[in-house]
């Protein structure tokens, strides 16, 4: 299994920025992607930044050229990153770490992040 847990979320004012933390334990060296997903009030999950394993991290054309996916392989766990920078509002939503591990899903609790204009 996977355990997931992130931190970070705020309000900002548009313009600015935030970066969220992901700590990812238990399964990681076997996990085959970790992503990181958005879920505005009143719509779907989506998902913003994916990391496959052994790939290239890809992020949406909403988010594209303006949030940032970095990680830091720590002695038990993995930290994910996600700096997002130039916030606008309709970036506001619940985000979530995630994990593909075993043809599983896992899921974080969600940070919240609100943008005001």
């Known amino acids: 299994q996977v355990q997931l847990v992130e931190s970070g979320g705020g309000l900002v004012q548009a313009g600015g920025s935030l970066r969220l933390t992901c700590v990812a334990s238990?399964?990681?060296?076997?996990?085959?992607?970790f992503g990181w997903y958005r879920q505005a009030p009143g719509k779907d999950r989506e998902l913003i930044a994916s990391l496959p394993k052994g790939g290239d991290t890809t992020y949406a054309d909403s988010v594209r050229g303006r949030f940032t996916l970095s990680r830091y392989y720590a002695r038990d766990n993995l930290e994910l990153y996600l700096r997002m920078s130039d916030l606008k509002p309709e970036d506001t939503g619940t985000y979530y770490c995630a994990a593909r591990y075993k043809n599983t899903d896992y899921w974080g609790q969600g940070t919240q992040v609100t943008v005001t204009s």
């Open positions: 238990g399964m990681i060296l076997s996990t085959s992607q």
